[in-house]
């Protein structure tokens, strides 16, 4: 589904991973840890590029890359503008038709957000605008989901609750995770990233406490 098949991955000539070889396939969630700069948003970004144009890829970017004075529902609604035509999507974002709105409060409400669909963003809390982009991402669905660290702005317990929506919708997903027991949570395969490779690529259950330990070690 997804593919790197021994790629040098940087900027302007400098690797920050090398020779990365990774295939994701249908049904795996793949979770990213390492430290910050070890490479996390750099691989999700080669693996987008890496998708087949005929699979569909719902994203959650680091910067929620959300419209701030537009409600929480028109950002929602955006997550599927590409399907339509630009005429279409204007009066879809003018005036929803009762159906894109009932579909799009139904998402925010997967992520607990149904009371603030008409509040505009900028008044959102950053874990409130986090569940914004999630349901965003849920509005558009498709094959896979590659969220940057999708779930670092919202409390433990609601990040278990939304690591299950995410698990719910989506088949495939690779996500970058700070948050070790949510990965083990989430996850059917972790990854650990340090010092320009992969430490570790491993079956959940085999991921031990000494592997984080050295994956965080300074
Ligand atoms: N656009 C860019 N141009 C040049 N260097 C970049 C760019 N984006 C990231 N880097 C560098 O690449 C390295 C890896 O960054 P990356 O954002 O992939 O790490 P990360 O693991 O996602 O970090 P974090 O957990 O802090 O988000 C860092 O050294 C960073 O400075």
Known sequence: ????????????????????????????????????????????????????????????????????????????????LDDHGAWRNLRTLIRPSRADRQAALADLARVGLAPEADRRVEALSGGQKQRV???????????????????SAVDPRQAEALAATIRDGFPTAVLALHDVAIARAFATRVIGLRQGSFLFDLAVADLDAARIEALYAR
Do not use: C, F, I, W
């Not at 040098?8 to 390492?34: K, Q, S």
């Not at 982009?133 to 779930?151: I, M, S, V």
């Open 133 to 151: 982009a999630l349901a965003r991402a849920l509005h558009r669905g498709g094959d896979l989901l590659l969220g940057d660290e999708p779930l």
């Open 1 to 80: 589904m997804l593919a790197l098949d021994g790629a040098d991955l940087g900027y302007g000539g400098t690797p920050v991973l090398r020779g990365v070889r990774l295939n994701v396939a249908p049904g795996e969630r793949v979770a990213l840890l390492g430290r910050s700069g070890s490479g996390k948003s750099t691989l999700l970004a080669a693996l987008l590029a890496s998708a087949a144009p005929d699979r569909r890829v719902a994203l959650v970017p680091q910067d929620a890359t959300l419209v701030p004075q537009l409600s929480a529902l028109r950002n929602v609604l955006m997550g599927r």
